[in-house]
């Protein structure tokens, strides 16, 4: 069992930075894909970014990258994602996952564990 735990997110203007933080329990952190998704009202959750358990690989959507990042820190248990060049477009209720596969990265039903969700709002 994982438990994840975010914090960080807010308001911002567009052009700005923020950072989301995901806090996971469990001595089996490392074992696990952490994804990035997020969900803006009334649309589908969507993925965002994920680094891969086995080697560490990164991925995003398309139309973060540049200026989104993802990264873990094995000693916090913590997964990050930096966003800079914030655009109203990116607003939206992030939410961090964790799954025990490798493949299909990209798909939240991939993912067995979810974090509680940070809104991230991006004005013009």
């Known amino acids: 069992q994982v438990q994840l735990v975010q914090s960080g997110g807010g308001s911002v203007q567009a052009g700005g930075s923020l950072r989301v933080s995901c806090a996971a329990s469990g001595r089996t952190f490392s074992s696990y894909t952490m994804g990035w998704f997020r969900q803006a009202p009334g649309k589908e959750r969507e993925f965002v970014a994920a680094i891969i358990r086995s080697d560490g690989d990164t991925y995003y959507r398309d139309s973060v990258k540049g200026r989104f990042t993802i990264s873990r820190d094995y000693a916090w248990n913590t997964v990050y994602l930096q966003m800079n060049s914030l655009k109203p477009e990116d607003t939206a209720v992030y939410y961090c996952?964790?799954?025990?596969?490798?493949?299909?990265?990209?798909?939240?039903?991939?993912?067995?564990?979810w974090g509680q969700g940070t809104q991230v709002t991006v004005s013009s």
């Open positions: 996952a964790a799954s025990s596969r490798s493949n299909n990265w990209y798909r939240p039903v991939q993912y067995d564990y």
